[in-house]
């Protein structure tokens, strides 16, 4: 297709696990972000890459949280040693070139229901 | 302080009507846009809507239009003529715009919107 995909789309783990979300943005999109949404919430910001350089990642909320994108398109947010505090819904968006205008919308995948038991 | 504030946790329309759904925002920057995005039971994020800081017109994209008054720092959604598959979580967003167009977004807690038969 041609939108944002995300997979899996239900992941359900043992506390202390380590899991791992993919995100495949739309073809050629420079920008990929990825936030958190908490059940009844806004989605709240997590890390932002501009190709394979990660730019910001002060939305993290503990080094147990690590993306990385190494070729400049697919995306993979890992969790260590998951608590039930990270389950939520995670969303993976990209958006195409750089730009100075502030108007490009991001484009947002399905998310993944991450559930930690 | 929050960023963006809506303040209509649930919101009932009934069917063929208009509904307004408010915003509020905060920012010191002069150059920021604002996005409506509308997000379904399934989960997906999808953009309805932007509005940037220099526009002098208010958004419009089909039933959607953006009631964008800047002194009051207010971007309220206006639907018109709802629909029952309008009844979604609906969320409004800001990018600031420190001269790039790809900064994270912050994001309301949003609001449920009903649409009744």
């Known amino acids: 297709g041609a939108g944002v995909s995300q997979s899996p789309r239900y992941k359900v783990a043992k506390r202390g696990q380590d899991v791992a979300l993919r995100c495949d943005p739309i073809?050629?999109?420079?920008?990929l972000f990825w936030y958190q949404q908490a059940l009844g919430q806004g989605p709240e910001f997590l890390t932002y890459f501009q190709n394979e350089a990660q730019l910001d990642k002060s939305g993290l909320p503990s080094d147990r949280f690590f993306a990385e994108r190494p070729e400049g398109s697919v995306s993979t947010l890992k969790i260590q040693r998951t608590q039930q505090e990270d389950s939520a819904v995670y969303l993976c968006?990209?958006?195409?070139?750089?730009?100075?205008?502030?108007?490009?919308?991001?484009?947002f995948g399905d998310g993944t229901r991450l559930s930690i038991l | 302080a929050q960023k963006i504030t809506q303040t209509q946790p649930g919101m009932f329309v009934q069917e063929k009507e208009a509904v307004t759904l408010d915003c509020t925002y905060d920012?010191?920057?002069?150059?920021?846009?604002l996005f409506w995005y509308k997000q379904p039971s399934s989960g997906e994020m999808i953009f309805l809507i932007y509005?940037?800081?220099?526009?002098?017109q208010n958004a419009t994209e089909g039933r959607y239009s953006l009631n964008f008054q800047k002194a009051r720092k207010s971007a309220n959604l206006v639907i018109s003529a709802s629909q029952l598959g309008d009844s979604a979580m609906y969320f409004c967003?800001?990018?600031?715009?420190?001269?790039?167009?790809?900064?994270?977004?912050?994001f309301g807690k949003g609001t449920r919107l009903s649409v009744i038969a």
């Open positions: 920012t010191s920057d002069q150059s920021y846009g």
């Open positions: 967003a800001m990018r600031e715009g420190r001269g790039s167009g790809n900064t994270p977004l912050v």
């Open positions: 968006a990209s958006s195409p070139l750089r730009t100075r205008d502030s108007n490009q919308p991001q484009h």
């Open positions: 509005q940037g800081s220099y526009d002098e």
């Open positions: 073809s050629g999109h420079v920008s």
